[in-house]
């Protein structure tokens, strides 16, 4: 809203102990539950806790509101809670929080993350005060990213079986994290007081007070306001602006890993009608020789972003590497192309919504082998849609996996049943078996040598074109400590005044 | 003038009806609802429970007179995308959007009309070739331009003005400066040939033939003439800052109705989207009729 | 100016030899000819066209390949710069000079394009409505208000996301929601020649409706439609600009100049030519646009200046 | 007497690309308090500009290169700005304007006006103004002058705009009034009774009086010496009744003798023809729309109207504007659908005849020499388009016909390839004409189509119609206000007023015996050379 008129302006600074943060995308509201993009995750992360969490140092799983666990068997585990833990409100978690929390998720079938939890969850139950057990229905082998990922609310707070109230904790949140909010703007701001009840756990408590993030969708606009004081931390800034905005001195610049991968869908399936090039492999395989992704992730991405062969970030579980590697040979790929009927190169619709320097460039190289990119980019709504009513051939697509350190995140959404997600267009029954056979047991070396064979079998076929990996670039002013984590995730709360 | 209103009025609203079907089929048409409820990570058993439990299997013209009828009863749907009430939304960032179209109606009035009357008065001269050079330049740049430049210029090198927000009536300053110039050169040109013709006009004459000359001429006998269509077009001119307002609000991060419509589209949130096409059509249409009405309130000629 | 006019009744014989007894075709090109403004802007035009047209073919340079090692070089007149690339290259290693060249054809393409698709809605429901009246009149004009309603913009974007984008999908986007002027010009000048006696003598002599429309009323606007013409123009290049700066226009790889400042404005402060200079192209290329229109306005307007230099 | 104003070789230039035109050349007069003084000529004489140099109205490309103006033995020319619209403009020299729908600010009231010029002039009480303002309403006759006060200028009739000019011009007590051609927009009944006012104003408030208009009988009424201007010189110059009786200069009698053939009746046959038009009780309403404040109005132009129009003869439809005259014109010829009634020309509904038949039957001209030809075509194509429509002539025999119609009019085969802006008021309405006759129509319309030229022209379009008539044999309808075109050319007059028919007679019948109120107030309104002085009679009768 709207104050007085003010000539002067007043930063929010190290001396008020408040620091302010900038997204470009808004925060349309607070719950975790009802939001999937990142930012929702990092706010979610600084106000509230699950009962697990992912250690920035090792990228591994930490108890977080839970203590510790227990596996009784592959579909049974056992989880104390922490006694010190408490809401926003003063009052204590407990197991019957926990337990109303799950319950919540997966009867209320309007929550997003319902069929997710349902899919493995056969039942939670309360064991103590503090103390609870969760069987799955097969062993899950994801779980523990479920667990973080699922925010624990106070009993009753969401309503009653038959009677919930999605909308409880949209604009007030009353959460378990380091922070608490203060006021919410959406779209415009948050405003968040630093929780001085927080029990600590893996998170650690914040060093600064105040915290405000601000959405301003103007990337020019964001380093305007770090440049003049009004931010003090900027991320998705790429490697060009960063590097230049480091050397005013003004700010820090930080290029680091990223989960996140770019990749080619390509409809080897032939879901996208008759005639198309796509469905053989020669052609398939030509595209992979055809992109110089080593010269793309170094030129245009930076930092460490390196070129992919799997269809997963090497990083991550179970992402097994040594796969069929297709170099970058545009003669050998003119040479497929022939053979598979197409000396001339085709015609080819590619679809993108995100990078679109990298879409370009890949085009350009796909051009030079003969295959004539029309790139369609667009918003992802559209391509959402067009992919849905079966129309692309191939698309730009990438995964951040935030978080998620394990192939699963990726390959659960994009090797589905094709009867029940529109991504897998591989049109080969065996790549779902494989891949999604991976996450239905807890051994770690059956799940790893399931994912080789998937992988090893995507890479032979080319069912898609592996691209690279990225890097996450940040600005911070000089103000502050930021270090990034090897996921690329930012994890505010652990920010400090110099 | 009631029957004249209720004429309007009755245009009003089937101009509005028309555009409603219009928007809520082409939506509907190019976007998924229940895909975009759904989220990008849904299967699509999910999406057709969703599907199923918000109605959108039903036809599309049933679920039109659905959302009319919600309308009429005050209830204007719930945005898929910012989880909140239609209207809540609108009720939280009209002002922001009404300050920025009065300040930038204010800031074109400030240059425009000084501008045209300058230029009127002295046809040909240094003033009337720089009005028209900020005409002929307000009218080339892009208003995203201006705006990154803006910046530039009177937020970084010269840190007079806050980058962006709208917390203060300071920081609309520089957006209201960039929307504003959009409509100078509209304004100023209307003002000077409207100066001008009534300069020329034979009722001058008769004012020049009765002794009047100099300011008092203008001031007096020529200056309100002048200004009545200008006034109108103003009017005009507020109801496009609403909808116009789109691209500034989004450089500027000030959190109004343009830039709601930009990310509800981006987030293919229907909702959101068809009642604010509406709301932007009817304040469209509500300041031409008060422009009309002003014009004539103003216009001897048209009262009777 | 007027004077001339003035001077022309007060002395009729005395003009003989002065341009008011040339065809009206002279008339225009005696007139044209002495306006400054409409010089500068239809010279500066004409070089933006030539430049557009055989600019590529001449200086053998091409918008679309890309250099990754070369990426953002500033232009030469910056430290590091280099005669090889005059505007220094963009975030993909492509020659900007080339772009910003290749990029004056789509805006022409899609300026002239756009103008011509919103011309022919316009100018044929003008000229019915003007014409024809009573019902026709009020449909047009109910098609008006629902036209200058919409917000234009969300329009666009819309149908762009309904089609998918393309240049053609922006020229008849832009052109279907800018047609108002066209119009209501073309309407209130049917409207008035329409009851002009020449078109009742041509009534009289047993002239047809489609005649009468196609010889003596359209002939009879198109001045002032070139004039709304080419402000259409304008706004066309930069609605076209608008729209991609949002993304929802011309698709990369093609060098449209609003796309280009759209991919060079998260760089504004530090490689700042990537959204001035197509900026500039943009100024240069409306301007000149805008200064042949005011010119054209001057010029077909009958009591304009005649001679005055 | 003593001497009001003196001009002496005034000269006034325009500049141009550089070159200088003279339009006012050594132009001087002297005017005598009380005099009255009438100044004719045709547009583009200098009348007006001269009048113009006088009161600081010029154009400001005008300049006066030389002479002076002495008033009340004060040089005017080198008077400051400042002091001259203080002292002199509005004070003691006052002008009125011949338009008077345009010439008052529509968005002030009338007494605001009034008040304003008075105040700006006089250092006395707003009471005191109004008072003023009040008395002056009374003194143009302008009733009701309270209520009058309140109202905007578009509320007022023309002729009452024009006493409310009048009162603007009179408020200050001038010494001397200049009014150019301040009658000639006014109906011509209403026209007398301004000549009239100014008449007596100018005897009661005793200054003098310049008065400019291009009719020699109105000027002669009034004024008691006369200036002839042609091209920017005084050709003649002295008393009314001299000028009018023993004119010197070869332009002024021509002029003169425009007027006297005018005046002279010519021989009329009475044709007992049978008619070859029959109209019968045709109306046509018109529907303005509703705007903002106002109520849709509806507006009977023509209400009822029959009558016939023999074989050959020469019928004139007399009105005032708004009269209807040119609505029953358009629909005899079928260019405008009637609501009410039938016209049958030859026997056939004038809406069943086929286009090509009417046009070959019945053809218009019109009175806008500026309008009636389509300024993108030429002269050839314009006169050549009826054959092409209507006739499968090759193009070189239609081209000989197009020549062949040209002499016809009087023009020569090289207008052939002009455009209409290369042509006078008069050779376009030369081709107005050729246009009509060149399918030989048997019915011509003629829609006031003199009424816009200068009077030496209007003579010889006049004769030319004449002309025409006898070699091809064709009926005339004759549309026109004024009475004394009508009385030279036509054999038969209707008379219409608001939509319907007065009188209808042979037209000495009506123009000497008028049986109709109406009628009768029409034809004492027209000036004519021969009843000098009338108008001063009336006022002291």
Redesign the interface.
Known sequence: ???????L?VFADKSDDTLVAAFSR?L??LDYH?G?KTEFLILGDMIDSGLFYVKREDLSYAPDIASDFKIIDDKTIDINLRKNAKFHDGSEVTADDVVYTYNFIVKN??N?RS?KIKGWMESIEKTGKHSIRFKSKYPYANLFNDLYRIKIRKNGIMGTEGNWN??AQ??TLNGTGPYKVVSF????EVVLERNEDYYGGPKGMPAIKNVII????????Q???L??G?IHWMYNV?K??GE??AKTGKADYQLGPSLRVGFLVLDAGGYSGEGNPITKLEVRRAMNHAI?RD??A???IGGPAKAVHTACNPVVFGCFQDVRKYEYNPEGAKKLLAKAGYPNGFDLDLWSYRD??A???M??DL?KVGIKV?????????L???R?NREIRAYFGTWGSTASPDTATISN?HW?DP????RNLSGDPKVNELMLGAEKTLDIDKRKSLYAEGLKLIAEQAYWVPLWSYSEGVLSSKSINFKQDPDGYPRLWNITWK | MLRFVAGRLIVVLSVGITLSIVTFFLLNY???PA??I?????????IE?IRE?YGFDRSITVRYFEWVSGIFKGDLGVSY????PVIS?LI?RA??TI?LALMSVSVTILIAIPLGILAALNPNSLIDRLALGIAVTAQAVPNFWLG?IM??IF??AI?IF?????????H?VLPSIVLGASSVPAVMRLMRTGLLDVINADFIRTARSSGFYGWRLIFNHALRNALLPVVSVLAVQLGNKFGGSVITE????I?GLG??A??SI???DIPTVQILVFVFAIIFLFFNLMADILNAYLDPRLRL | MIFKIFLKRLFPRSFDNDIYSLPPKDLIIRKSSNHAGFKFGLTLLLIIFLFAIFGPIILDVSP???D??K??LPPVWKDGGSWEYIFGTD???RDYFARILYGTRISLTIGFGAACVGMIIGVTLGVCAGYFGGWVDQIVSYLLTCQLALPGLLLAMTIV?LI??SITVVIFVIGATHWAFFLVVSRSATQRIKNLDYVTAANAIGASKFQIITRDIIPNTVSQIIVIFTLEVGIAILNEASLSFL??GI???TPSWGLLIA?G???????PWLIILPGIALFILVVSINMMGDGLRDITDPNSKVSDK | MNELLKIDNLNISFQSSGSDLKTLKDFSINLKERESLGIVGESGSGKTLSMLALTRLLPKQARITSGSIIFRNKILNNLLNKNFYKEISGNKISMIFQEPMTALNPVHTIGKQLLDTYLYHNDVSFEKGVLRALEILDAVQLSKNKQRMEQYPHQLSGGQRQRVMIALALINNPDLLIADEPTTALDVTVQKEIIQLISKLRETIGMALIFISHDLGVVSQISDNIIVMKDGEIVEKGSTSKVLNKPEHIYTQKLLNCLHKLENDQKKEKLKNSPIISARDISKVYKLPAKIFKKPEIIHAVKNVSFDVKTGETLAIVGESGSGKSTVAKIINGLIVKDNGEVKIKGQDVEDISLSRRAKLIQPVFQDPYSTLNPIHTIGYIISRPLVINDNLSNHNIKTKVIEILELVGLSEEYYNRFPNQLSGGQRQRVAIARAIILKPQILICDEPTSALDVTIQSQILDLLNDLKQKLKITIILISHDISVVKYFSDRIIVMYNGQIVETGNSEDIINNPKETYTKKLMSSVFSLKQKNQILRDNFT
């Not at chain 1, 601000?214 to 606009?221: C, V």
């Not at chain 1, 009867?419 to 529109?422: C, L, S």
């Not at chain 2, 989004?250 to 991060?253: I, L, Q």
Request: charged share 25%.
């Open positions: 809203m709207i104050t007085a008129l003010s000539p302006q808004e349309t509201q009802y999937t079938e309007k997003r069929k999605d909308s949209l604009n703007d959406p779209g415009v601000r959405s301003i969708p103007d990337m020019g606009t380093q305007a306001e440049m003049s009004g790429k060009d602006i230049a905005m110089n010269s793309i170094k030129n245009l679109k320097e879409a370009q460039a085009a350009e051009g029309n790139l369609k980019h667009g918003k992802l709504s559209a959402n849609k067009a849905k959404i589905r009867a029940k997600g529109d | 190019v976007i998924d895909q975009a759904a989220g990008e990570e849904a299967l699509f058993e999910e429970q439990q995308y910012w989880n909140k939304l939280d002002p922001e300050t990154l910046i530039l937020a970084l840190p806050p980058v962006s927000g709208d917390k203060t009536l300071f609309f989004s450089v500027f991060a959190n830039r709601l930009l990310e981006l987030g293919a | 679309y390949e890309q990754l090692t990426r953002l975030g993909n290693g996301f998918g984008p993304g929802v698709q990369p790889p991919e404005k998260e760089a504004i402060f530090f490689q």
